[in-house]
């Protein structure tokens, strides 16, 4: 079971491993990476092949983030993050990372 603490660890740590696979989807929203079993929902309950569970639920987002507010929730994490890649950000330059990031996201490319 993936955590929402571990989703932008993986985010960036993906991010930066290339090439990235083509057929790796991300969640559009937080980009973690899509598996089947992490896929968020419709209002039909069919699998929503663009987000994850931690995101969309029922056809509907779980929480109504800005941008900057989804950056500043996944920054909580980076001592994870961190300890994962063997670096030693600060918070601050972790959420500059994400900055970066997050745009080329669908969820956000209407909400620069
Ligand atoms: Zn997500």
Redesign the pocket.
């Known amino acids: 079971m993936v955590s929402p603490a571990t ?1 932008c660890t993986f985010a960036v740590n993906l991010k930066k491993r290339k090439p990235i696979s083509m057929e790796q989807k991300f ?1 559009q ?2 980009g ?1 990476p899509l598996t089947e079993e992490i896929l968020g929902t419709n209002t039909d309950g069919s699998k929503n092949e663009e ?2 569970m ?2 969309y639920k029922d056809g509907a987002f779980t929480g109504n983030f800005t941008m900057e507010e989804m950056v500043e929730f996944c920054s909580q994490f980076v001592d994870e993050y961190n300890k994962h890649t063997g670096q030693s950000l600060s918070r601050e330059q972790y959420k500059a990372l994400l900055r970066q990031y997050y745009p080329h996201l669908k969820r956000w490319q209407d909400q620069k």
Request: with cysteine.
């Open positions: 989703i969640c929203s937080c973690m987000y994850c931690y995101c």
